[in-house]
């Protein structure tokens, strides 16, 4: 069995003791363990400190684009050896794993040419400036300067690979050294991405630092000028949040956590339509890509009342075409859930939600995969609810079953009445619009838009090039309000805020 190790001090070191182990979820055979006892996290966080922050500091932001993009380019060139850990230790098809994976590479490979776009300079400047005195010989400017401090970044399991990147993107080209503590279940991947970046060389020392395993007391170590970004549950996010160090210290924290994400189908969208045909199609993806295990992933579809019946029946035809098992088997687009605990709330989950809308297709138990040896994996099967009422139970805007799971809830098609629903969520990351009536769409992004991070727009205009709303383009920001954590994340420069201070510079303007 595999023993992950944790890279501190600029080595790798192995736990003492405390190990979990690591399930490939198709099979249920152990396949590794990790442990951070052991690991002296006062001297990891020194040495981020002091080498990490110095070397980066150093260097321009084009030098340190230099740096993503041999990280992307690192990563790319392990790719098939990284596809096929992530099917093991992950569950993902090799599709999914592909998202994750390439995901990682594509990130960091924007963020480089971003970081080279910015030139030779050390800190960035903001806009033009301004006029302060009688003369423009008083300027007034606002540059961004790293924090002088460690980035930890507490990553979620269902991306080990593209959580890493993108965080780790931001804080880096920003300056600043980064922690990384994946989720422990699917640690594997991140490790090995960590290994092979450390093999090439290409950070300079203290830039990155590994936590495999329990987090223990790292962040009751972190001082004012640290920052914290989380991925995962609202219970863990409240937890970080409400640590006392982090509050005595004002360091900063930003969450990104559970979210309900929904579509409003237009009163204009007709079966049949180009626009109709993308909403089932992106509908079908959202439900069955990582088994539903994405936090952008649709929960909630709010279909005209009169249009219900054909919703349902045409999604659950596709769903049904859904072939549930081990990713080794070539046939398989849905893989498992990624751990027995997972699998556990899941199926609690859909039972939840079949107190307020029926089962139209799925069962909402564990299934056997294809594949998969009988009785084990952790398997449940594309499944769609559907709520009678129009609106639907509080429940349903309020319980995240993480897996393969949607309810369709009808609504009377009306714009206000659509962004209504979004709100009931309590904040989303995501929320997608389908149709080509512009004055519709715009009230509901008027309307709605405060209670979503972001609004995908299907129409047929762009239905040729969309990839679904479930994707994170480094380029739109990605964070949701409320129960989506309040954080924000990508976005371009933006998501170079949370690791920078904003410092006014006020003189004669050169
Ligand atoms: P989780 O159980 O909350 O774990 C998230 C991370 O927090 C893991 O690395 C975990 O480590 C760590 N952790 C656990 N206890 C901690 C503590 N007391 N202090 C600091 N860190 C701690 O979440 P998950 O099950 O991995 O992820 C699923 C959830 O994440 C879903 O609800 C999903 O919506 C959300 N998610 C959100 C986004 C987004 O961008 N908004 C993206 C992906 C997932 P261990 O694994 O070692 O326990």
């Known amino acids: 069995m595999k023993t992950l190790r944790n890279f501190a ?3 790798w070191q192995d736990a003492t003791g405390g ?11 152990a396949i590794a363990r990790a442990s951070s006892e052991g690991v002296d996290f006062a001297a990891a966080l020194d040495f981020a400190r002091t080498r990490g922050q110095s070397a980066l500091g150093e260097l321009t932001l084009a030098e340190r684009g230099k740096l993503l993009q041999a990280m992307s380019k690192a990563i790319f060139d392990r790719r098939d050896e990284l596809l096929d850990l992530s099917m093991t230790a992950t569950g993902a098809t090799r599709k999914d794993a592909k998202f994750d994976i390439d995901g990682a590479t594509g990130t960091l490979a924007y963020y480089a040419a971003l970081g080279e776009s910015l030139g030779n300079t050390r800190y960035i400047v903001e806009g033009e400036g301004v006029q302060l005195g009688r003369t423009a010989k008083f300027w007034g400017q606002h540059a961004r300067v790293p924090l002088a401090g460690v980035a930890v970044h507490i990553n979620a399991f269902n991306f080990p690979a593209w959580g890493f990147a993108e965080k780790a993107a931001a804080a880096l080209l920003a300056g600043m050294p980064v922690v990384l503590k994946p989720a422990t279940s699917t640690a594997w991947v991140a490790e090995r991405c960590v290994e092979i970046l450390v093999a090439a060389a290409i950070l300079p020392e203290g830039a990155l630092t590994l936590v495999c395993g329990k987090i223990g007391d790292l962040i009751d170590r972190l001082e004012a000028h640290d920052v914290v970004a989380f991925t995962g549950s609202a219970d863990t996010a409240l937890a970080v949040r409400s640590n006392g160090r982090l509050l005595a210290a004002n360091v900063r924290v930003n969450v990104e956590a559970d979210s309900l994400n929904a579509a409003v189908v237009g009163p204009d969208c007709e079966p049949g339509s180009e626009t109709w045909n993308l909403f089932l199609k992106d509908a079908e993806r959202e439900i069955t890509q990582k ?3 994405k936090c952008t992933a649709l929960r909630r579809v709010f279909v005209p009342r009169s249009r219900l019946a054909e919703a349902t029946d045409e999604l659950a035809v596709r769903l049904a075409a859904a072939k549930v098992g081990n990713p080794a088997d070539q046939s398989v687009t849905v893989g498992p859930l990624a751990t027995a605990e997972q699998l556990k709330a899941a199926t609690a989950g859909i039972k939840l939600l079949r107190g307020a809308a029926r089962l139209v ?6 299934t056997d995969g294809i594949g998969a040896p009988v009785g084990k994996g952790y398997y449940v099967a594309p499944c769609l609810l559907r709520a009678d009422e129009d609106g639907g139970a509080a429940v349903l805007h309020e319980r995240e079953v993480f897996g393969p799971v949607a309810t369709l809830i009808p609504y009377d098609g009306d714009a206000r009445k659509g962004a209504e629903l979004i709100a009931r969520g309590g904040g989303s990351l995501v929320s997608s619009i389908y149709s080509d009536d512009e004055e ?7 309307r709605g838009g405060a ?8 129409s047929e205009k762009m239905a040729e090039q969309a990839p679904g709303s479930g994707v994170a383009l480094p380029q739109c920001l990605h964070g949701g309000p409320g129960r989506a954590g309040g954080g924000t994340e990508l976005g371009g420069l933006r998501a170079l805020d949370l690791y920078t201070q904003c410092v006014a510079l006020q003189g004669s303007r050169p």
């Open 9 to 11: 001090g600029g080595r």
């Open 19 to 29: 190990f979990a182990t690591l399930y490939n979820p198709a099979t249920e055979e």
């Open 440 to 446: 519709f769409v715009g009230a509901v992004v008027a």
């Open 451 to 458: 209670h979503t991070g972001r609004f995908y727009l299907g």
């Open 291 to 293: 088994s539903g295990q």
């Open 361 to 366: 297709h799925g069962t909402g138990e564990r």
